[in-house]
């Protein structure tokens, strides 16, 4: 949730999607369900942006600040299993996306608030098409999340009317559709492109349809918790509003999960792991709640009743809001436990078969961690290319075996240099 901020400290989601419910026929449905994960594309480092960017810092946190176990501070509860990272980094993107392939994902959604040089939502776009680029190079799929709150926190700085409102929005579709929309990994849904919106609560009926005139194919609009139009459906996220004393409990979730699964029409299940945001300490706000990790079970639980929900999509909330604790991707806290449930889930489902193992998870890290520590010009960095082609490939034993050459002209280096 924990979207780009800034200036304007706006939260925006976003999802995956499917169609489901009683207007889907049995024979339309996959053999199991494409399994996306929600991406935050927003992160800054100082080794590769010059600073720690705001969703590191909160404007309260110090990355330069070490703890006793050597860990950053940072806005958030866990830390990342590489450290604080860069989402323009080439080798985070690498790191991720295999991580992505080692465990089952099928592709990623990205959040995105347009091109332009407003708040950071131009250094999101463009690390969003480097994420994009990454995933298909590794054969997954991608999506695009746009909240229509960018386009009020714009207006009120640009003192927009609606007119101007409805212009920037169809720019944005556009931009869209030129870069991505068209392109082989993009998810579709009956062949239209998917288009996510946490919301919407900007934009009004008339305005989105003012908005998507003209698009070709028109995008599958999809809208947070139920269908609100013009959208064709809904997908479902933590209900932190649904927080008692603070804290989600599990009849309020299991109320809401129960809603969300009878609604008709199209619908995307969501499948997360706790929920324990940072802003009260951050100063930014008050907090949304708390939902306990209950040590995997809560990922545990949802995931398998996404899975069984019968939709042709399944999202995973989040890969790496870590503001909002929601991140599955590996840290030193919880190490690769969600990624290890998800790997077992998917080992279970119908279709192609799933060879990848708990210990293929480590393999990614280990190929980051040489990247890191290899010259650029080191012969051996080769074996690091090879390693993740094959591992992408669904070769981990040959991948661990070029990872092992790499590690040992690696100690010989430094004893070299020593």
């Not at 009926?205 to 609100?228: I, M, N, Y």
């Not at 999960?257 to 802003?279: E, N, S, T, V």
Request: proline share 8%.
């Amino acid at each position: 949730m924990g979207r780009s901020v800034l200036s304007t400290m706006i939260l925006i989601p976003l999802l995956g999607c499917s169609p489901a419910g009683p207007a889907a026929r049995a024979e339309d449905a996959p053999a199991r369900p494409k399994i996306l994960v929600h991406v935050m594309p927003w992160f800054e480092s100082k080794a590769v942006s010059g600073r720690w960017g705001w969703h590191w810092t909160m404007g309260r946190f110090d990355p330069e600040r070490l703890d006793a176990a050597g860990r950053r501070e940072i806005a958030s509860h866990v830390h990342p299993l590489i450290g604080p990272y860069d989402s323009a980094d080439p080798d985070v993107l690498e790191y991720q996306t295999l991580l992505m392939k080692v465990a089952g994902i099928d592709g990623a959604i990205a959040d995105w608030y347009g091109g332009e040089d407003v708040n950071d939502y131009a250094m999101i776009h463009r690390r969003t098409g480097a994420l994009f680029d990454a995933l298909g190079r590794r054969g997954l799929g991608f999506a695009v999340c746009y909240e229509d709150r960018v386009l009020k926190a714009m207006a009120e700085k640009g003192g927009w009317t609606p007119a101007q409102a409805v212009e920037h929005a169809r720019t944005h579709l556009e931009t869209c559709a030129a870069d991505w929309f068209r392109r082989p990994g993009y998810a579709t849904l009956d062949g239209r492109p998917l288009l996510l919106v946490f919301g919407p609560d900007y934009l009004t009926v008339p305005q989105w349809d003012a908005a998507f005139r003209g698009l070709s194919p028109a995008p599958a609009f999809f809208t947070l918790h139920e269908r609100k139009p013009p959208a064709l459906g809904a997908f479902a996220w933590p209900p932190m509003w649904a927080s008692k004393d603070g804290v989600l409990g599990d009849e309020a979730l299991d109320a809401y999960l129960d809603r969300f699964a009878k609604q008709d029409g199209p619908r995307i299940p969501a499948a997360f792991p706790g929920f324990h945001d940072i802003y009260a300490q951050a100063g930014v706000q008050p907090s949304h709640g708390f939902l306990d990790a209950r040590d995997g079970a809560t990922f545990r639980r949802t995931l398998d009743g996404a899975l069984r929900s019968g939709t042709p999509y399944v999202q995973l909330v989040t890969w790496n809001d870590y503001g909002e604790g929601t991140a599955i991707e590996p840290t030193r806290e919880a190490g690769y436990r969600e990624l290890e449930t998800l790997q077992g889930a998917r080992r279970k489902l119908p279709g192609e078969p799933f060879a990848y193992r708990p210990a293929d998870l480590r393999l990614p890290a280990r190929i980051y961690g040489l990247r890191k520590r290899l010259p650029a010009a080191d012969p051996a960095r080769k074996n690091l290319d090879a390693a993740a082609d094959a591992l992408s490939a669904g070769d981990a034993a040959g991948a661990a075996r070029r990872i092992a050459e790499a590690e040992a002209a690696a100690a010989h280096t430094t004893g070299r240099s020593g």
